[in-house]
């Protein structure tokens, strides 16, 4: 099942998250995503990751104190040391994992604050991340996300978000394009797919139905077309990367509901 990698943060929530892995695999996954992996031993993640033939193909830099309700700190002034120590220790994770892309939270706008100034410490942290990562030989993801589920977050739009790589201009630096985002705060998915790919500044891409967040084929998008446009397009253009499947199962924790809900990828993969 080539393209597709599953998000073991939302589906096979029936498991522990280390048993994810092979259950995972067992469905013909060979790639994997998720949002954090700091509650376990790199070596264990590795392990698992080997013991079943995936690849780790993204994960979420420290977000800041996620129970106290941040939701990355990159955009915050006054958290920089904060920020650095947190991305050094996801480019640790990451070569332990050998997994090429780090997803960067912008985090919420405070009430009241000074966008300008946000703007500023976003872009200045994202800049320090990106030539950090380089360094290391991995990329950078920035994602707009909607305001429905994260009300206040700093990123919403993919016009912002590739205006900000446009302008710190480090090649490592991408957005990851999270189509079910994308539907609920501006629409147009099969444009932005046909504007943004081609652009070499789309390193990954998610999805989910809309507008619950369940699986693909339960929601207003209709999916079957877009994955023809990314394969017309990614044909074209040459475009190589991931499909992250970042949806919580209809049938949410009850024994077998992730694997019972993959007709949309059996569909969309078979040949
Ligand atoms: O929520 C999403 O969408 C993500 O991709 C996460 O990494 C951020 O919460
Ligand atoms: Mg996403």
Not at 4 to 23: C, G, S, V
Not at 89 to 110: Q, S
């Amino acid at each position: 099942m080539p393209r597709f990698a599953a998000n073991l943060t939302m589906l096979y929530n029936e498991h522990a998250f280390l048993d994810r892995f092979a259950a995972a695999a067992a469905d013909g996954f060979q790639a994997v995503e998720y949002l954090f992996p700091y509650a376990f031993e790199a070596g264990e993640i590795a392990r698992h990751l080997k013991d079943h033939g995936l690849q780790q193909v993204l994960f979420n830099a420290p977000p800041g104190d996620w129970d106290a309700g941040d939701r990355g700190i990159a955009c915050l002034p006054g958290r920089e040391a904060e920020f650095r120590d947190g991305f050094a220790r996801a480019l640790d994770y990451a070569e332990a994992l050998g997994c090429p892309r780090v997803h960067v939270m912008a985090g919420l706008a405070p009430q009241g604050a000074d966008r300008a100034q946000l703007q500023a410490t976003y872009e200045g942290n994202i800049a320090w991340a990106a030539e950090r990562a380089a360094a290391a030989g991995r990329n950078v993801l920035i994602e707009p996300i909607n305001l429905r589920d994260m009300p206040g977050y700093f990123l919403n739009r993919q016009d912002e978000a590739h205006r900000i790589v446009q302008a710190i201009g480090a090649p490592n630096l991408q957005v990851q394009f999270d189509l079910y985002h994308c539907q609920i705060v501006e629409g147009d998915v099969a444009m932005k797919l046909r504007q943004y790919l081609p652009t070499g500044r789309v390193g990954h891409l998610q999805i989910a139905g809309v507008p619950m967040r369940h699986e693909p084929d339960l929601g207003e998008v209709n999916y079957p077309y877009l994955f023809d446009v990314i394969d017309e397009v990614s044909a074209a253009c040459g475009w190589q990367g991931w499909i992250g499947c970042e949806y919580r199962p209809a049938r949410g924790a009850v024994a077998g509901g992730t694997s019972d809900g993959l007709g949309w990828l059996r569909r969309a993969t078979a040949t």
